[in-house]
T-cell receptor, first 111, second 115 residues
């Protein structure tokens, strides 16, 4: 079983729609969760972090965490073509020094 | 400008020829890390360093070495590169993980091809 799992996609949504990206993780003791966005050929950039159960909103982005279900998701409202990228879920596992990344979900926003 | 700088950005080499990829950060971060990224496998951690002279293996350390003699620099060394080390490499840094939750800042990447 992979430690951090994501559907590789591609996930295609029309412009203006809500994109929903999901991630599950195996370590029940994990405490910190991140979403990074990576454009093709570029480096990952942090867009959201979440540490406690519930929702965290930042502009068009909402991160949702459910530790009991070991599930974290990212919602992108009013999706724009510029949101087309690969979204990486990352989890602090085994202490803060180790971050494990999922393989990423490719999002395509269709104009 | 706060940044993580990797050099070179692109490198083509031959099997067995030692190489070093440099990484430098100007944010006074304690934590630094190297990752490789391959299609379908995502980002995998090679080595990380919690501070000067403190390094530890990540998930895929075989064939790599690192050193942390200064806080700002964390070079990645391939003593005898092989074709299976052809990959996209990223260096990342963060403040002390226990305080920053290990939010990492990434360099621009080094695309390495080993022939």
């Amino acid at each position: 079983q992979k430690e951090v799992e994501q559907n590789s996609g591609p996930l295609s949504v029309p412009e203006g729609a809500i994109a929903s990206l999901n991630c599950t993780y195996s370590d029940r003791g994990s405490q910190s969760f991140f979403w990074y966005r990576q454009y093709s050929g570029k480096s990952p950039e942090l867009i959201m972090s979440i540490y406690s159960n519930g929702d965290k909103e930042d502009g068009r982005f909402t991160a949702q965490l459910n530790k009991a279900s070991q599930y974290v998701s990212l919602l992108i409202r009013d999706s724009q073509p510029s949101d087309s990228a690969t979204y990486l879920c990352a989890v602090n596992m085994g202490g803060y020094q180790k971050v494990t990344f999922g393989t990423g979900t490719k999002l395509q926003v269709i104009p | 400008e706060a940044q993580v700088t990797q050099n070179p950005r692109y490198l083509i080499t031959v099997t067995g020829k030692k190489l070093t990829v440099t990484c430098s950060q100007n944010m006074n971060h304690e934590y630094m890390s190297w990752y490789r990224q391959d299609p379908g496998l995502g980002l995998r951690q090679i080595y990380y360093s919690m501070n000067v002279e403190v390094t530890d293996k990540g998930d895929v350390p075989e064939g790599y070495k690192v050193s942390r003699k200064e806080k700002r620099n964390f070079p990645l060394i391939l003593e005898s590169p092989s074709p299976n080390q052809t990959s996209l490499y990223f260096c990342a840094s963060s403040k002390r993980p226990s305080e920053s939750k290990n939010i990492q800042y990434f360099g621009a990447g080094t695309r390495l091809s080993v022939l």
